[in-house]
DNA sequence: CTGCCCATGTAAATCGTTACATGATTAC
DNA sequence: GTAATCATGTAACGATTTACATGGGCAG
């Protein structure tokens, strides 16, 4: 159902097709919930039938591009939606986590190529939350610019502070889970240093990390 | 797809019926791959018919509970999956930082409220994670005790450690959220002493992190 | 005129949730 | 004996992925 509210929202900022907003899902802004066309056109029909947006082809588009704006029943809907107190967070369904904790069981070298594919995957995600982040801050992000025309003159800094945060917490996620790679390959090298071929190695205790 | 490994791993370790799967998945070292018993109970009978699993019920057992087993081909399976190269991650999915991202436009209560239950959710995650973490450390967690029994005594420090820094993955997510929704909430708390009504406040630029 | 990107979809299959059903066991 | 918990499921629905289809525009 959050499908429907990440189009909502989106559109709630600039009208546009689902081309465009699939392809904003994929990296820019929408780096936040991803959908493919197969799930997005038919949702926006959906959306449509329901009078929470409309879309309008111009008439000269041989594309045929549907461009969809909210109506203020989209715009209320989407409200509701964003300040519902039954925020039931999904649940949790971490599949890199699953895998590290079977993986005990193949050898370090499987486990570090595994780590430096988590590494690098985040360092991706970083940089695109990162630049993101930037574009927010020195005003040449688009979407942010379009946000705040619609805004009062005195709410803007509060817009664009709220717009900072979501994405940095991107960044902050995706700084986790390189450190946490990290991590785990600095040990992986220093325990191989210990037991170069397999077996030996005194049994130690997992000690805690720096801060808690 | 992902559920059929988690069960796999998890039988890789202890045998289990799916209602014990259905109690670990939910809150001790299943806080990974949650799943719910309309689908733990068909997916275990779907391994059983493909013979990565045997399930067996007791010849005296009332309860009619089905103990499952993991075969030698299940065992090859599920390491054939943890040690996959291509290992796509999934989707990003991200619900809360969405309606974050659309917040925006209300209130600074309900943005209030909203972080108040995302810290509150993360505290929760961390208590259990901890808890986890601690009883891998100190050696209460049954799950490591079965494991170890299966494992080789030289390896058995290794073992211990990657099972650490799974459950510590998961302290590491939690403080993360919890920090952040805290940074927000401090940040709304200085912007409300600046701007008691709704309006004004002199335009800032958002500024970086302590570290990066 | 061939291959690639733009743009919108449909159909089938799989994964996951919600609602419901059933019976036995344990604690009060 | 009644309520909570143990234990296993089925059916229907909703969300998501995979595979396929179609046609216009643009660069070589």
Redesign the pocket.
């Known amino acids: 159902?959050?499908?429907?509210y990440a189009l909502l929202g989106f559109l709630s900022t600039t009208p546009a097709?689902?081309?465009?907003l699939?392809q904003k899902f994929a990296d820019g802004a929408g780096a936040m919930w991803?959908?493919?066309?197969?799930?997005i056109?038919?949702e926006?029909?959906r959306l449509e039938t329901l009078g929470w947006v409309a879309?309008k082809?111009a008439p000269g588009d041989?594309?045929?591009?549907?461009?969809y704006t909210v109506t203020p029943l989209g715009a209320r809907e989407l409200k509701k939606w964003v300040e519902a107190e039954s925020n039931e967070h999904?649940?949790e369904?971490d599949a890199e986590r699953v895998r590290m904790l079977f993986l005990d069981r193949s050898s370090p070298d499987a486990i570090r190529r595994h780590l430096e594919r988590h590494r690098d995957h985040y360092g991706k995600r970083l940089e695109v939350a990162r630049r993101n982040c930037a574009s927010i801050e020195d005003g040449t992000s688009e979407r942010l610019r379009d946000r705040l025309a619609n805004s009062e003159p005195g709410e803007r800094a509060f817009v664009t502070r709220m717009k900072w945060f979501a994405m940095d917490g991107l960044v902050r996620r995706a700084e986790m889970e390189i450190k946490w790679a990290e991590d785990i390959l600095r040990w992986l090298q220093s325990a191989k240093a210990q037991r170069p071929a397999s077996k030996a190695a005194p049994k130690r205790r997992a000690p805690r990390r720096g801060a808690t």
């Open positions: 159902m959050s499908l429907r097709s689902g081309y465009t699939g991803e959908a493919l066309p197969s799930q056109y038919p926006l029909r879309g082809t041989k594309l045929n591009r549907r461009i999904p649940p369904r």
